[in-house]
């Protein structure tokens, strides 16, 4: 069983930056691709970004592309988001997970072991 503990979240003005961290636990978080979601109040669990096992593969949401990067330490079992130009509509509590499934990556339903959560605020 995979552990995920997300860190990094904050208060930010708009057009600042904050970089996401998740630390996950067990030796076999390598083999599995990565996500990462969020969820506004009074809104669903939406996709963010997603990426491949070695970290040659990513995908974002329109809403983040080219502001949003996401990458991965496998020697140390951390994956990242770093999120600049930050805007209002970023705020959101941000979950990573891990990828076990076979629907396409940004289906939630094909992700299992999901962290606490990070909040992310972004003042106007």
């Known amino acids: 069983q995979v552990q995920l503990v997300e860190s990094g979240g904050g208060l930010v003005q708009a057009g600042g930056s904050l970089r996401l961290s998740c630390a996950a636990s067990?030796?076999?978080?390598?083999?599995?691709?990565m996500g990462w979601f969020r969820q506004a109040p009074g809104k669903g669990r939406e996709f963010v970004s997603f990426?491949?096992?070695?970290?040659?593969?990513?995908y974002y949401a329109d809403s983040v592309k080219g502001r949003f990067t996401c990458s991965r330490d496998n020697a140390k079992n951390m994956v990242y988001l770093q999120m600049n130009s930050l805007k209002p509509e970023d705020t959101a509590v941000y979950y990573c997970?891990?990828?076990?499934?076979?629907?396409?990556?940004?289906?939630?339903?094909?992700?299992?072991?999901w962290g606490q959560g990070t909040q992310v605020t972004v003042s106007s």
């Open positions: 067990g030796p076999t978080f390598s083999r599995y691709p």
């Open positions: 990426i491949s096992t070695n970290g040659g593969r990513t």
């Open positions: 997970a891990v990828h076990t499934g076979s629907r396409p990556y940004y289906d939630l339903v094909s992700y299992d072991y």
